[in-house]
């Protein structure tokens, strides 16, 4: 992949950085949490910047990528120790950590601007997401600080948020494993293929995705009769 300028790289690296530190933040300073995203970040790293991804194989290498993290949230569902893992979790951090996809964006539009993704994946294409992150900062005050927005409209942003990070997820997936792009998609996704930017969909999008579902399940607990949730809106 050709070269890209500095700030690229910059603002992709300390969002990473952000994202990691706030879910860290979020997860009661958990050093278990630390030690495992750090690990898999590292060796992730190692493999991309071995070109391990740009290789054209059967099944594709790329799942390595997005698999392991989809099955650790599994998991992490469904035994007992990992659902006491997400309902201790602060949605008041989480819902602030949603702020990280607007740097996420901007950076896919100058990938884009490079020629090293389709514009399908930026802001100008299919890809919405960007909403997700300039309505969180507002949902947090209003949620979280002011107390006006009640846990049904945080629900529903949730949902309608993960719903955004799906579309693109779906995108992305499809530029990938197309072997001729499809209509409208004229650029492959070369970009993720590459560190440091394979670390979007081997982190960034696993830790957004846990937070959305972390926050949904424990506002289900709270808005369903006879839950023992607990959902305090001005919770650290």
Known sequence: MQPLPFYVYIIFDLTVIATIALFYKA????????????????????????????????????????????????????VPAGRRFIDGLHIRTLTILHTIRIPVEMVLYWLFLHKVIPQVMTFE????????????????????????????????????????????????????????????????????????????????VPLVLFSHMAAIRQLLKELLPHSSASYHPHSV
């Open 125 to 204: 294409g299919r890809n919405f997401d960007i909403l997700a992150g300039l309505s969180a900062p507002l949902v947090w005050y209003f949620a979280f600080v002011s107390g006006s927005l009640n846990k049904t409209m945080l629900l529903i942003w949730n949902l309608v948020s993960l719903g955004l990070l799906l579309n693109i997820v779906t995108i992305a997936m499809v530029t990938v494993s197309a072997k001729v792009p499809p209509a409208g998609l004229a650029l492959p996704t070369i970009a993720l293929a590459y560190f440091p930017f394979l670390l979007l969909p081997t982190c960034l």
């Open 27 to 78: 997860a009661n300073s958990s050093k278990r949490f630390l030690v495992i995203v750090s690990l898999w970040a590292v060796f992730q790293s190692i493999l991309g910047m071995n070109d391990f991804y740009t290789v054209d194989t059967t099944p594709p290498r790329f799942l390595l990528l997005v698999v392991p993290p989809v099955l650790l949230l599994l998991i992490t569902l469904m």
